[in-house]
């Protein structure tokens, strides 16, 4: 607990960059600095206790997080927010068929319209990124 | 999709009672049986849909799909589906601590109530299964 | 307009009481006195607002509206106040086989936890009052 | 249970493009062909299951069904997916009255906000379809 | 309880329509007045239940009640209905630094996707209104 | 933000821990004791984000970081952590009248459901503490 224990903010901030950077690049952490622009203390937040404490723990991976933060936003019906995640998921690994089959299962558990919702989202990420996913075989 | 196409009811049922079985034994199996006393068709849609359809795909393993689950209950509050779905967790092979790592995440992005709802679910079936997770030490 | 103008609020409440008798008996309107025995206001916005504006109102009957509570319950996983308005959808004339059936939709719109979550309510009403739903048999 | 275990997928998808349209006619079907182009194991989804499977059972009809999907939208906040449903609901021989009265029902049930929130979408389909409902006097 | 038991239904419109236009003004009533040409009923119950009800008791000031009321709609994710509100609470005196400080505290209770939904229409509201919050120094 | 950034994870800790015990005392905080003996990592956040970073920042006092709390678990159903809060809430000076009155607006927000499911767990506090709100007179 030691060493933690001693982190400072600045340090938590620092950390939390870094895993931003590594999940969006520097042009997706400006969407953190246009919030900063308006409430500084919000984004610190978002960027210390979320991906500085949250997304940057060992235990589970980049991958693992992004499913669980993209089930997490279509379960909420949060889709404003989704844009961004989606666009983290596919940096840090996950294919888009991964992305799709996650919205599949979550209309077994949130309801079709969740998903149907989720979806819209998604493919309009897909389309920004030239992306064809290979789903049209069953598996 | 020709061979999918061309599946019955009762060929979905009993792919969905293979999974279901695979994730939660014959004695875990036994909740839908409860259900299906009651209302068949329901059961008949949770195995046939649900374990058939959804858990048996392909894409994702039972080990994602079972942090998608739990995610979703802890975003919704539906603590009271959440010990079936811890054992499956733990059966499936999550580890105690991942699906801690979970629960922690979920806190936010579905706020610290769902979180600490969860976490009381989450410690009893660790408690009724012996385990005692490794986490007093930070990551 | 010019009646229900000079409707007073002491005329809402009558009628509200009227409808509730009429929709879970006196014994069930007593569930809304000990609520007015702590919170009198409360309980009056339930009776005048709740039962005397919108379930007395036409348009819709009160079948018709106890399938819109019923899923808004379900929806929104408020189990809590689901008995209360089981007895009640049975009272106005809903089978025990519509009200499972509501539930079996509602797993397709607001995901299977909370259809599971209302069955079990829904179970342990049927059971109190000595009702066997003929459901084993497909539609 | 005979008949229904023998249904193949193609069965059901055959049973739900029927009932779809049925209820949205054929223009409507193509909204789930948009879906179906990108995704198609979701497209036959939501026909399969949700039209085949849920909307082509007996024991409710489809105005019945269509007060369950439009209160269960408006309680989980989905107005994207209302005007779908809103039009449905019209074509299965739901009145405009009582379109609005499942809304204001519900405002007692989810709050004003989502009520609120569903009286825009639906003011949009009855201007879109030249409805001009006859509300103005009260019950 | 006698004056407010023969309180009639248009004198509770009355005091509805007067605590409407101290928060809003003439011009923010004109809101509801546009729901009053589509759909009357609501209409009256969103003045007369609403304003003339909840907003007219005493026991709490409007400045708490706008508090509660944005709390809600957050934790809702009920966007669309924020900006009436944050209006409302402007003019009913909550300075813009305690809209935003109930923003974020509200992150930890309903999640950051929430929060930062809220954030966007919070900025918007504060922009129209040409308002630079003072929010760049840590408490 | 020099001195804020310069704080430590052991500060923010204690100023959290400061903060829980001037609003429910040393007995109150062992139940986040009780998180911690499970699960250290998330009574860590607990305390020093919620208690350290949120409850503890200035432009809103504690009464009315209770109301936006209270209001938020009763939003998202969470009647589980409502005991907790409700018992802080009198502890910073909001009075069972004010307590009575959120659930009441919220009533309107959040609809009936919530906040009956709410007036239950406010009503057992009050006993717990041997309070009788004096709200039998209309305001």
Request: aromatic share 6%; hydrophobic share 45%.
């Given at each position: 607990m030691g060493s933690e224990d001693r982190l400072t903010n600045a340090?938590?901030?620092e950390r939390g960059v870094k895993t931003l950077v590594e999940?969006?690049?520097?042009e997706g952490a400006q969407?953190?600095?246009?919030?900063?622009?308006?409430?500084p203390d919000m984004a610190h937040q978002i960027v210390?206790?979320?991906?500085?404490?949250l997304y940057s723990?060992?235990?589970?991976?980049?991958?693992?997080?992004?499913?669980?933060?993209?089930?997490?936003?279509?379960?909420q019906g949060a889709t404003e927010q989704l844009p961004f995640?989606?666009?983290?998921?596919?940096?840090?690994?996950?294919?888009?068929?991964?992305?799709?089959?996650?919205?599949?299962?979550c209309a077994g558990y949130a309801g079709f319209p969740k998903?149907?919702?989720?979806?819209n989202v998604v493919s309009e990420v897909f389309k920004a990124?030239?992306?064809?996913?290979?789903?049209a075989s069953k598996p």
């Open positions: 340090e938590r901030y999940m969006v690049g520097e969407t953190i600095g246009n919030i900063g622009a308006f409430f210390s206790f979320g991906f500085g404490d723990r060992k235990t589970l991976d980049l991958k693992q997080r992004e499913i669980i933060t993209i089930t997490s936003l279509i379960t995640h989606v666009h983290a998921a596919l940096n840090v690994g996950l294919t888009p068929e991964e992305i799709l089959e996650i919205v599949l299962h998903a149907c919702g989720a979806l990124r030239n992306i064809t996913p290979v789903t």
